[in-house]
């Protein structure tokens, strides 16, 4: 067996990229891999000739692959993909906190302690006094606004 023989090495230089897709998912070695063969068949059949032709086609062939399929081993392949939730607001609403200074009357700003740090406070305009525990309603801009918890009347 001649190590010089271009046919075996893009052959086996595509199985072994092939075989890489078990230790580097994505899709993409597999299909650079299936390039390689690609390259070796044409070089077998004498559609090409010569080192810089089947370099050529290799390029060729792989762009074409990863735009045609790439989505395909994607789906089969998978992958981790995992999104938090991006908007904070959603994450501050209804959330209790404990007014430390009065707020209010009007658009008078007070103090809360919010997830353990105190926080400036705007109402909705009536007097919140201190001690009162409150919801987050919303941020606005670096002071959160809130409304007294109502208690259920028996």
């Known amino acids: 067996m001649e190590l010089t023989n271009p046919i075996l090495i893009w052959a086996v230089i595509g199985v072994i990229l092939m075989l890489a897709e078990i230790i580097v998912p994505g ?17 077998t059949f004498g ?15 792989s762009m074409v692959l990863l735009l045609a399929f790439r ?14 939730n991006t908007d904070e607001e959603l994450d501050l609403y209804n959330q209790p906190a404990i ?9 008078k700003q007070g103090r809360v302690e919010f997830q353990g740090t105190e926080w400036s406070a705007l109402g909705d305009g ?15 801009n670096i002071a959160l606004v ?7 009347k028996a």
């Open 47 to 61: 559609i090409v000739e010569g080192f810089v032709q089947a370099l050529t086609l290799w390029f060729i062939t």
């Open 146 to 152: 809130v409304e007294p918890i109502l208690e259920p």
């Open 71 to 84: 989505h395909v081993t994607q789906r089969l392949i998978g992958g981790d993909a995992h999104v938090d």
């Open 99 to 107: 007014v430390k200074q009065t707020i209010g009357p009007g658009q």
């Open 126 to 140: 009536s007097e919140i006094e201190a001690g009162t525990q409150v919801k987050v309603i919303c941020r606005e």
């Open 27 to 43: 899709g993409i070695v597999i299909l650079i891999g299936a390039a390689c063969l690609i390259v070796a068949g044409a070089l």
